[in-house]
C-alpha cells in the first residue's frame, strides 16, 4: 500500500488521505473544510472533477473541518459514514448559515465491522472524542495494516475502552494520527469525570449556571448534565441543541425523554423559512416550559442568544446569582465577537468562569497509541508543528503534502 496526504501535514482541520493499494483501488479518509476558510474550493482529478478513480470516501466523525466538502465529490463515488454522525451533522448544516447538508447516497457503517472495497479491508472501530461516535479506521491491504485515528483523545466518556481497542487491532506497519495538541502543554488533560467535580462545586454556588459550549459535544452535556442533576436545577437546551440531543439515544438528556430537560426557542428562528419552523420548532414547541425560570436552572446558550438572555432573563430578574461557564477551546476567546458577548455577560453582572478540557490527544495518550500498536512508522497530520513528532514519537516520519509514502 501507499499513502499520500493530500492536504493536513501543515494544518489543523480539513485533512485529506489518500490510501491506495498496488492494484490500484484507491480510498479517501476525511474531506473538510479549512477552519479558516469554510468555502474551500478543491480540484482533485476523479475524486471531484472529471471520471472518478476512487472506490469510496470514508469520514472519521461530524465536525465541519472532517466532513464538511463531501457535496463537492462526485456523486458515484461512494461514501461511507457512521449514521448519527451524518444525522448530527445535517441538522447542524440547517442551523448554520451558508452549510450545506449531505443529501446524496450514502451506506452506514457498523464499528467494528470490515468494509472490503476492492482489494481493501476497512474497519471502523468506536474512539473517545468531542464529536458523537467518532471512529478510526483499520486499513488493511497487500499483506499491511495501516490505522488513521482520526481526532481523538482517551480522557472522555469513552476513555476506558482506549486501549482495549488499540489492543484489538494489535501490531500495524503505518499509524497515521493527529497532532492537534502539539505546541501546547498537553502532559495531561483533565477527564470529563474531573470536570464534573468541578462543575458540581460551580453549581452549588450559582442559582443559574449559563453554560457556552458546542452542542455536538455530548460528553460535555451530559457533564453538566450530572451537574445539573446534582445541584437540583431544571436544565434547559436551546432548540439547536435539543434537536441534536432528541435524535440520538434515549439515555441522552433531551427534551423528549428526560422530565427535567426543557427546550428555549429563540425569537430569530420564528423568522426562518415555514419549512424550518415545521421540521424543527413544530415538534419541540411542547417542550418549552416556563417552570425552571421559577426555580434554580442551568440553560446552555449561543452568541447569537444575546437579546434574548437580556430581554428575558436579565431585564425580568431572573439572573440574581449567575455565572456563565466557558467550556470551548481558549483560542476561539480572541473572535471580537466573542470578546463583545462575554463583555455584555459581565455588564449584566454575570461571573465569568473557565472550565474545559480538550477534545483531542494529550502526550499521554499519544504514545500509548505508538506503544501498543507499535508501528514500523508514524505521520503526523492535523497539525502545526510536525517538526515536534519525535519528541513523542519513536517512530515519526515527516512529510509534506502530496509526498507518497510506501508502507
Not at 477552519?35 to 480540484?43: G, Q, S, Y
Not at 431585564?315 to 449567575?322: D, F, P, R, S, V
Given at each position: 500500500m501507499k499513502v499520500k496526504i493530500l492536504k493536513g501535514t501543515n494544518q489543523i482541520g480539513g485533512c485529506i488521505t489518500e490510501i491506495f493499494s498496488n492494484s490500484g483501488?484507491?480510498?479517501?479518509?476525511?474531506?473538510g473544510e479549512d477552519?479558516?476558510?469554510?468555502?474551500?474550493?478543491?480540484?482533485i482529478d476523479g475524486l471531484t472533477e472529471g471520471i472518478s478513480k476512487y472506490s469510496g470516501v470514508f469520514i472519521t466523525h461530524s465536525h465541519g473541518d472532517h466532513i464538511g466538502l463531501v457535496g463537492q465529490i462526485n456523486k458515484d463515488i461512494p461514501l461511507f459514514i457512521e449514521k448519527e454522525?451524518?444525522?448530527?451533522?445535517?441538522?447542524s448544516c440547517d442551523f448554520i448559515k451558508d452549510s450545506i447538508p449531505i443529501t446524496r447516497d450514502t451506506t452506514y457503517f457498523t464499528f467494528g465491522e470490515k468494509i472490503e472495497i476492492g482489494d481493501l479491508t476497512v474497519t471502523p472501530y468506536l474512539i473517545d472524542h468531542s464529536s458523537y461516535n467518532s471512529c478510526m479506521f483499520l486499513i488493511e491491504g497487500d499483506g499491511k495494516r495501516i490505522v488513521h485515528t482520526g481526532d481523538y483523545r482517551n480522557h472522555g466518556r469513552k476513555g476506558k475502552n482506549f486501549e482495549s481497542t488499540l489492543k484489538k487491532i494489535g501490531k500495524i506497519d503505518l499509524l497515521i494520527t493527529e497532532g492537534t495538541t502539539f505546541g501546547r502543554n498537553n502532559q495531561k488533560y483533565k477527564t470529563e469525570d474531573d470536570l464534573l467535580e468541578e462543575a458540581n462545586l460551580i453549581f452549588e454556588q450559582y442559582h443559574q449556571v449559563l453554560l457556552l459550549q458546542s452542542s455536538t459535544n455530548i460528553d460535555r452535556l451530559v457533564t453538566?448534565?450530572?451537574?445539573?442533576?446534582?445541584?437540583?436545577?431544571?436544565?434547559?437546551?436551546?432548540?439547536?441543541?435539543?434537536?441534536?440531543?432528541?435524535?440520538?439515544?434515549?439515555?441522552?438528556?433531551?427534551?423528549?425523554?428526560?422530565?427535567?430537560?426543557?427546550?428555549?426557542?429563540?425569537?430569530?428562528?420564528?423568522?426562518?423559512?415555514?419549512?424550518?419552523?415545521?421540521?424543527?420548532?413544530?415538534?419541540?414547541?411542547q417542550y418549552k416550559r416556563n417552570k425552571?425560570?421559577?426555580?434554580?436552572?442551568?440553560?446552555m446558550i449561543?452568541?447569537?442568544?444575546?437579546?434574548?438572555?437580556?430581554?428575558?432573563?436579565?431585564?425580568?430578574?431572573?439572573?440574581?446569582?449567575?455565572?456563565?461557564?466557558?467550556?470551548?477551546w481558549d483560542g476561539y476567546l480572541e473572535d471580537e465577537k466573542m470578546k463583545d458577548f462575554i463583555e455584555e455577560l459581565k455588564?449584566?453582572?454575570?461571573?465569568?468562569i473557565k472550565l474545559h478540557t480538550s477534545g483531542h490527544a494529550d502526550i499521554n495518550a499519544m504514545k500509548k497509541v505508538e506503544e501498543v500498536l507499535s508501528p514500523n512508522k508514524v505521520i503526523l497530520i492535523h497539525t502545526e508543528h510536525k517538526e515536534k513528532a519525535n519528541e513523542v514519537f519513536k517512530s515519526a516520519v515527516e512529510i509534506s503534502d502530496n509526498e507518497e509514502i510506501e508502507v
Open positions: 483501488t484507491k480510498i479517501i479518509i476525511d474531506f477552519l479558516e476558510e469554510t468555502k474551500t474550493e478543491i480540484h454522525s451524518k444525522k448530527i451533522y445535517n441538522i453538566f448534565y450530572k451537574a445539573s442533576n446534582h445541584t437540583k436545577k431544571y436544565f434547559v437546551e436551546d432548540l439547536f441543541t435539543a434537536t441534536i440531543t432528541s435524535n440520538l439515544k434515549d439515555t441522552i438528556p433531551s427534551p423528549e425523554t428526560h422530565f427535567n430537560v426543557s427546550v428555549w426557542i429563540m425569537n430569530k428562528y420564528y423568522k426562518k423559512s415555514k419549512e424550518f419552523q415545521e421540521k424543527y420548532i413544530v415538534p419541540m414547541e425552571p425560570f421559577h426555580h434554580d436552572f442551568c440553560m449561543k452568541q447569537s442568544m444575546l437579546k434574548d438572555i437580556k430581554e428575558k432573563l436579565y431585564e425580568k430578574g431572573l439572573l440574581n446569582n449567575a455565572c456563565v461557564i466557558y467550556s470551548m455588564n449584566m453582572n454575570i461571573k465569568f
